[in-house]
């Protein structure tokens, strides 16, 4: 089982989602289903797992989130329109 991440530029990590090799009924498109951060309305980027062995669940505290959000913003600055300095 892998996992899905819904990043959205203002807020990091907005949703989660655990994809499974089989489901019942129509499985999760976060593609779609996510394409805008459901708070803010900004355009998300979703990140799929790489390496499975690093799944872990996280505890956030205010300095993790705002740590986190930066991190995001930084790495996915193109796709959220962001390189020009914003």
């Known amino acids: 089982m892998s996992k899905v991440k ?3 530029p203002n807020h ?10 089989m489901w019942i009924g129509n499985p ?10 459901s ?3 900004s355009k998300t980027v979703i990140e799929r797992d790489k390496n499975l062995s690093m ?3 996280w505890t ?10 930066k991190f995001y913003r930084e ?7 962001l390189e020009n300095g914003s």
């Open 28 to 37: 999760p498109m976060p593609e779609i289903d996510f394409a805008f951060c």
């Open 55 to 57: 799944s872990y669940m």
């Open 75 to 81: 790495k996915y600055k193109k796709e959220f329109g």
């Open 12 to 21: 990091g990590i907005v949703q989660e989602i655990e994809m499974a090799c």
């Open 39 to 41: 708070k803010c309305g």
């Open 6 to 8: 819904v990043i959205c």
């Open 60 to 69: 956030y505290k205010d300095e993790y989130k705002d740590s986190e959000v």
